[in-house]
């Protein structure tokens, strides 16, 4: 996957409580095109937190195909996210597309990928895009020396990975879930 630069995604379980954190930052070579973007959406009755990383049309495909996905059923999160793993692989149009997902209900948090991929983090913290192994060092650092809640993590990390990565901005958009 040529994974589109200027997207940062970072999710950080803590507490019973799950946090996802995207910049705002849409690059398209070597230009800023946008500051401000939505990398973070509530899905299925606001139950659902998800995310992307990648090609924007892709995501908006995915998200809508998840959303699908959760209705057909009822909310399960694990359920829906290997039923969409296994269309984006399989699919002719699907497996065409450009992204990863990061996916959580407040207990489950996964990693959705083209490649059918369904990964859960061993240590609750997922990163994800040009700055994600910069926010997801910072997110475990701050695990283990803070008391910190976990969207405060979240929005450090993501801030820590924008003063690296060139393609991160500091414009950062959070949600954060409780465990059902």
């Known amino acids: 996957m040529n994974e589109a630069r200027g997207t940062t995604i970072i999710a950080v379980s803590r507490g019973g409580r799950v946090a996802m954190a995207g910049d705002g930052q849409v690059t398209v070579g070597n230009t800023v095109l ?21 090609a924007t049309a892709d995501a908006f495909t995915l998200f809508e195909k998840f959303e699908g996905k959760l209705v057909e059923f009822r909310g399960n999160l694990r359920r829906a996210a290997v039923e969409l793993a296994k269309d984006w692989r399989t699919d002719r149009v699907l497996r065409r597309l450009d992204a990863l ?46 008391d910190k809640p976990a969207i405060d ?24 879930v409780a465990a059902p």
């Open 34 to 54: 946008k500051h401000t973007a939505r990398k973070i959406r509530r899905l299925h009755h606001d139950r659902i937190v998800a995310g992307f990383a990648g």
């Open 101 to 146: 997902m990061l996916v959580t209900d407040g207990s489950d948090l996964m990693l959705l990928s083209g490649s059918g991929d369904v990964v859960e983090p061993d240590d609750g913290v997922i990163g994800v895009g040009s700055g994600g192994p910069y926010a997801m060092a910072a997110a475990r650092a701050m695990l283990v020396h803070t």
């Open 153 to 176: 993590i979240a929005r450090e990390a993501l801030r820590i990975a924008s003063e690296i990565c060139i393609y991160t901005n500091a414009n950062v958009l959070a949600e954060e």
